[in-house]
């Protein structure tokens, strides 16, 4: 059985810091809504769009820009001895 995790990385500057975001979701619906949670930043992101491999999204404010890719990564599960 093969098992999906999707990674998100990227890097945001919000008023002269330099953030660096590296997260790990099993679901796609969570790395939604932790793009969606950066709104309490104060930060508007845009959908994400596919490129490639990855789905990138932009984000940006009055403070502070950047840009976040969200990329799918397949794992395979070890089998079981009996």
Request: contains cysteine; proline residues 1%.
């Amino acid at each position: 059985m093969k098992v999906v995790k999707y990674i998100l990385t990227g890097k945001l500057s919000i008023g002269g810091k330099e953030i660096q975001i590296d997260r790990k979701f099993r679901e796609m619906r969570n790395a939604k809504q932790y793009v969606k949670s950066l709104r309490n930043l104060g930060l508007t992101c845009s959908e994400l769009k596919e490129q490639g491999e990855y789905m990138v999204t932009e984000c940006r404010s009055k403070v502070g820009e950047g840009t976040l890719e969200l990329r799918r990564q397949r794992i395979a599960k070890p089998k079981e001895k009996k």
